[in-house]
């Protein structure tokens, strides 16, 4: 990017979170009639920022359920005008953002409250950031003049768990990988199965993981879906393939170009017809050594993948799209190594769809 375009694109920013902030209902005296003391007492709790409680306990005052906000309103600390987003649908959901119940402040180690990703005086509420177009990166919520990438990656990424720590998701979402879903740069090879209107843009994290009610509250608080994800995907083998099982996939990639028209050329097979998860072979976030997303070669087995038996070794070789050498046990029979695709066609077996090599 040039230093002309980095610094329309900073003063856009800027632009949008002070029109954010001229609207939100945590500095608008219109909305909070108490003002500051809305949230803050004189001297507050032992140890915390002029709080009464705990933090999340002073949130979900305004913003957990309706008969909350009547009593806000009816002790004049709130206007009957305001219309702070509700959550206590998503708290009921099963799959939940873990929040620290009697942490006073985010600063406190180790622990994780609203204002870790929220930020009540500068940021940006909801109703202000909006639903950007597709494609378009999200602004912090908790700090406007950065991206939402950023705010993730400040617990799960390397700033927040050390560039050892195996749960590091900054370094498979790394543009310098060989492949990474494009939520810090647009993918430098593009997958023809994605929406055109995707294709060469970036992707953010609440793209994926947040509410799984479309009408409820955005953001990954809660879903009904493991992994806090907005929408289904089996990550397990043996499910049936339909637009439903795998529908947080279906949102970018065009299911039958998927299925049918990929320069891979058995994902119908392995897929469908063996009902193996898009997970077992594919890493959501990034690979650090494979093209495609493909996990082989990580420490780590998912699903029915394990080890070629004959040789020990599990992994995967490419230099162009759809062709490549899997080297692994998969789907009842050993490749060791099996090789797909027009740039291996002399040495590509004729698989068969009950197991084994014809």
Known sequence: MSRFALSAS??????MATAAMAVDPHVDPSLLPASCTSCHEGHGASRSPMLPGPQTEVCVRCHDSQAGVDRQVAKGLLSPEAQPM?????FAMPFLHPVDAEAFSRREPGTVT???????????????????AAGVRRLSPRDPSRFEVELCQSCHGAAGLGTQSPLDLSRLTNPNNPSF???????????????PELSGREINCTDCHGNSDASGPRGPHGSAVQYILRAEYATVDGMEESAATYALCYNCHERSMVLDESPFEYHRLHVVEQRASCATCHSAHGSLDNRGLIRFGEEVFFGSVGPSMASGRLAFSSSAPGSGSCLLTC???DHAPESYGVANKYFAPEISIVGGVK
């Open 10 to 15: 900073i003063v856009i920013v800027l632009s």
């Open 86 to 90: 509700l959550l206590s649908r998503v």
């Open 114 to 132: 609203c204002t870790s990703c929220h930020s009540p005086h500068r940021g940006m509420s909801q109703r202000d950031l909006g639903e950007p």
């Open 181 to 195: 879903h494009p939520v810090e740069a647009p993918a430098g090879e593009r997958s023809p199965s994605v929406r």
């Open 331 to 333: 789907h009842g029979y």
